[in-house]
């Protein structure tokens, strides 16, 4: 089933909002006080210059206001009176004043702020992002595996968790300190996010875990259905609270584990088979890929076979109107909205 779209702020209305925070940023620092301040006498001290030493026009007098405020000093205009002498000497001190007071303000600003991402309590302007819900033992392998995929390796990624700081040095993750709530989510930019990946808490019992992923799921579905969501989840048995929650896909941790020891069991070495398509620093990875052009109302064999001859890509399975289909029958025609599943080389194309 297509879920509806819900409307998404353009670029303009993200630019309009990212003004509106500055200029409450500058109001709640009273940086506009200053600023006031700095023209104030800049236009205070030319003014009274121009009276006092009208030979030198009003516009040169602002120019050396300037300059003095900045403590350039380029002494291509000076005042040669006393009083000019004393006017400039009284927009020395008071300059030196306000202007250390804007610089200070400027570079308190700014640490506040590297302070403020570092700890989650900003505010993201992402688009087309991948947002990570939870930190626990599996985290840093997921983040690894993504940064390791040609695509996915320089997708932005926004971390929600209940950490005091940023767990990671990972130039393009972003943290949000919180829980899965509509402010957190609202901070991740869930309205423009690609994908959302909710993993379970290490720190519960499984029924409390589980629980915790069902309801962070139906909390991001009701605000943005048509997001990707991947569940983690630590019983089977809860799978279907996340199916009825509309979330995408759904691993259960101990399920996968369990079979692929018992696939060992019965075939020695197919736990490297897997280890090398599920990495994606292995030699050949898992893919899905729209049907190419050339193949649609082709059977799978023809498909196969082709594929296989065009990049070294297997063909695995085919997913129609939403189901997935494991090794297709050889008669089956690829339609125009099918998409395929590949094991193909790193460096295919595929």
Partial sequence: MTRPASPQPGPLTRLMRAIARAVDRVRRENLHRILISLVALSLLSAFALSVIE????FYDWLWWSCVTLTTVGYGDVTPSTPIGRVVGIILMFLGIGVLSSFTALIAGMLVEMRLRQERGMTRTDLDSHIILCGWNARAQEILRELRDDPVAGTTPIVLIAELDARPT?????????????????????????????L???????????????????????????????????????????????RADEVVVADEVSSRLIAAAACGHGLTGVMSDLLSRAGRNQLKKMP??????GRTFLDLLTGMKRANGSTVVAVE???????????????GADDALVVIAPVSASA
Avoid: M
């Fill in 291 to 296: 049907a190419p052009r050339e193949w649609i």
């Fill in 54 to 57: 009208p030979e030198t026009s």
């Fill in 320 to 334: 129609q109107q939403g189901s997935l289909i494991t090794n297709p029958d050889a008669d089956l025609t690829i």
């Fill in 169 to 197: 040095d990972d130039e393009l993750l972003v943290f949000v300190h919180g829980t899965v709530d509509e402010e957190s989510l609202a901070k991740a930019s869930i309205d423009t996010a690609r994908t959302v990946i």
């Fill in 199 to 245: 993993l379970g808490d290490d720190r519960l019992d499984a029924s409390a875990r589980d629980a915790k992923v069902v309801l962070g799921a139906l909390t991001v579905e009701s605000l943005r259905p048509e997001v990707h969501t991947i569940c983690e989840l630590a019983r089977e048995s809860n799978a279907q609270h996340c199916r009825r929650a």
